[in-house]
Every structure is written in C-alpha cells, then in structure tokens.
C-alpha cells in the first residue's frame, strides 16, 4: 500500500528537521493511545516512550506500521500532525515511526519554533 507522508519523508534529509516536520505536520499518523472519548484526544494519554532524558509521544504514518505497539494500547487515533503536537504535552518530542530505518525524532524545539510561526 502506497504511503505517501513517507515517500515524502524520504526526499528530505535526516537532518533538514524544520522541513520533515512540515510534511508531518499536513499528514494523518495513526497514534496509539488510551482515551476517555476517542472524539477528545485531550481526554486520555498517548503512548509515551522514555529514551534518556526525553520522553517520546509514539505516532506512526500508517496502521501497517504500528507492529508490536498495537498491544500496549487499546486504541489509536488518526490526527494530523500539528493536532498531535497540539495534544502532547510540553516538552515532550514525537517519534515518527518507531522499530524502523527510516523512523524519525521531532524535538520539542522543533514542534515549538513551527507552533510559533503559525
């Protein structure tokens, strides 16, 4: 299946992170999570992953790549990337894609200094 937010994905560098943010920011990703009411993203908690110093909220650019973190959580929901970035909380990134080559880190600075210019 054709999965177009990360043909995108693999047309800008790794390091150009400002411009794979602003394609996942348009794009629907598949969030594992447990919530309340699955119409409030707000009323439950994503699927959060520590990794040194951080903590990583877990998205992915298609349900056929979620694997194994389908059985940490009961739910996922589909939100754009600016409506996860919206929901997560302070400080915390967002892992694109997690158990894969091509997976990606959005750091909070990152999700900050394009929540800033919109």
Known sequence: MANPTLDALHAIDATDHAGAWAIVREAELVVPAVVENPRDPGSGKFLVLPHKDMQLV????????????????????????????????AGHAIVLDPGHDDGRVFLPEVIAADAAQQ
């Open 58 to 89: 877990v998205a992915f650019t298609a349900t056929s790549r979620i694997g194994g973190f389908a059985t940490r959580t009961r739910r996922h929901l589909k939100l754009t990337g600016a409506e996860l970035a919206a929901g997560v909380p």
